[in-house]
Structure formats: structure tokens, C-alpha cells
């Protein structure tokens, strides 16, 4: 069972990327997905999540109107879109699988991923 977080780099400010987070081992469409980041220095911090059914809940307002997330459950993989990305969006990006619901605790998930990094030059 593993969840792999990729698609990390360095981008421009007011760039785009568009992150992946592959499951292998157990199949995603029963589970519901958080992305979370920790830069350096930081916490972590949640940033959205996505239910099983497709619902999103945004964790953090500093991502909302440019971050989006969907999931592929054909390909076994969700999608965090981060457009617009600033110099402060840097950080270790990592996903993490729950069942069904978006808990409301970071520790309340079941698979955490290895992290990608992304980097947002000014």
C-alpha cells in the first residue's frame, strides 16, 4: 500500500503545476484525499481535501481561487492544480488518504505519501 506525491519543481511566480497523487496497493475511489504543504522553517499545513464523492473542503483561504483538486479514479490518482503560485507556496507537498470522509484532523488519515517539492522563484 502506498501513496506517491510527484510532479514538484521549480516554477515562476504566477506559474502553474499541476501535482499527482498515485495510489498502488489499494484503489482511491472509496477514499478521500488531502493535500497538505510544510515549508521550510513551518507546520504543516492542511490545505484542501477531496471526498470520495467529489466534494472539496479548503483548509487554507491563502490557496482558495487558485488551487483546485480533482481525481481520476479510472487512473487511480488526484490532482491539485496550483495556478497563479506565488514565492510563499513553497514548500514540501505531500497527499494523504482517509476513508470516505474528510476528516477534520491531519492525524485522523490512514496513508500519508512521500512528499514533492515545489519551489516558486520571484
Known amino acids: 500500500v502506498q501513496l506517491q506525491a510527484s510532479g514538484g519543481g521549480l516554477v515562476q511566480a504566477g506559474g502553474s503545476l499541476r501535482l499527482s497523487c498515485a495510489a498502488s496497493?489499494?484503489?482511491?475511489?472509496?477514499?478521500?484525499i488531502g493535500w497538505f504543504r510544510q515549508a521550510p522553517g513551518k507546520e504543516r499545513e492542511g490545505i484542501l481535501c477531496?471526498?470520495?464523492?467529489?466534494?472539496?473542503?479548503y483548509r487554507s483561504d491563502s490557496v482558495k481561487g487558485r488551487f483546485t483538486v480533482s481525481r481520476d479514479n479510472a487512473k487511480n490518482t488526484v490532482y491539485l492544480q496550483m495556478n497563479s503560485l506565488k514565492p510563499e507556496d513553497t514548500a514540501v507537498y505531500y497527499c494523504?488518504?482517509?476513508?470516505?470522509?474528510?476528516?477534520?484532523?491531519?492525524?485522523?488519515?490512514?496513508?500519508w505519501g512521500q512528499g514533492t517539492l515545489v519551489t516558486v522563484s520571484s
Open positions: 494523504a488518504a482517509e476513508r470516505w470522509r474528510c476528516p477534520l484532523r491531519s492525524v485522523s488519515y490512514e496513508y
Open positions: 496497493g489499494f484503489t482511491l475511489d472509496r477514499y478521500a
Open positions: 477531496i471526498s470520495s464523492m467529489g466534494g472539496t473542503t
